[in-house]
């Protein structure tokens, strides 16, 4: 046994000796906190759509602009437009009116602002700029892997009009065209005012916030410069929503008669390409007082 041994260890030594050396890893810039300041316009209607990778605002829409957008498998409404949504009990040729059918915003649904194939859908299809109603149509959609099928018309014909649609594509129903917009691959935040569902109520009311339907969020009180990439590898990434970050980083003080930042709020979120960053807003006014200026900080951990 003594024998084996000796010749193991000197096998071992000539063995360690002819493998490459392992390159030791040099921990590298994460870069300076990021500080941003947005503007959603004189009546806070601009979406916003931030890509935190690049630092940068990537575009910026109006909610009339688009209405679905083909995502990951699913078909994800326009959560800026005050689309709402039903069930059809019927198959959609059949269906001519709403009687009877209960409509969501679908921001309390499971699968938030999002369709589900094979199912058949009535949309109210919200308001244009001017404020007009843009009635509602019917919808379906099927998906193969690749294809996304849709077919939809308005609620009042029998005619189903069908368009197929690739992964990522934005879809405009009431102008029934693709749009140049990005999808939620190509960004990690989007702000803008949509309908949140306050359960004590029991309505859906306007807010202005930040939704993030590629990205995972989770929220973390405390300081901002203590959280670290180590704050981020202890946390259960595996349940996020898309509505994880959503308004109440701000409130309004009756008193100052004001939005103001909850200070201590932060938020970790790992983005598509599986980088963390540490975000908190900062604030909600521009340098003349208006609101819809959403100013924040980021760093990549």
Known sequence: MRFLNKYFVVYMVIFGACMPKEEAVEPFFRGNVNSVELSSGALKNDILFY??????LIATARPIDFDVTAFDGKLMINMFRYITVAESPKELVELTDTSGLQFSSMQKAEDQWRLQPDTDYILYMGKDDAGQEQG???LRYSYDGQVYKI??????STKLIAVNLNEGEVFSILF?????????A???????????????????YEVFGA?????????LNGSFANLTAESADSLDWSVSYTDEIGYDWKFYSLDKGAYEIVSNQNFLIKNRNAFYFKFRFTNFYDGIGQSGHPSF???LL
């Open 176 to 184: 029934e065209e693709s749009t140049q917009l990005p999808s939620p």
């Open 297 to 299: 900080e980021f760093q």
């Open 136 to 138: 509602h149509c019917k």
């Open 211 to 219: 939704l993030c339907p590629s990205a995972s969020v989770k929220e």
């Open 186 to 204: 190509d960004y990690d935040i989007v702000m803008g005012k949509y309908l949140h569902y306050f359960d004590v109520e029991q309505i859906e």
């Open 51 to 56: 890509d935190l990778e690049k630092a940068e």
């Open 151 to 156: 077919e939809y018309a308005p609620l009042n």
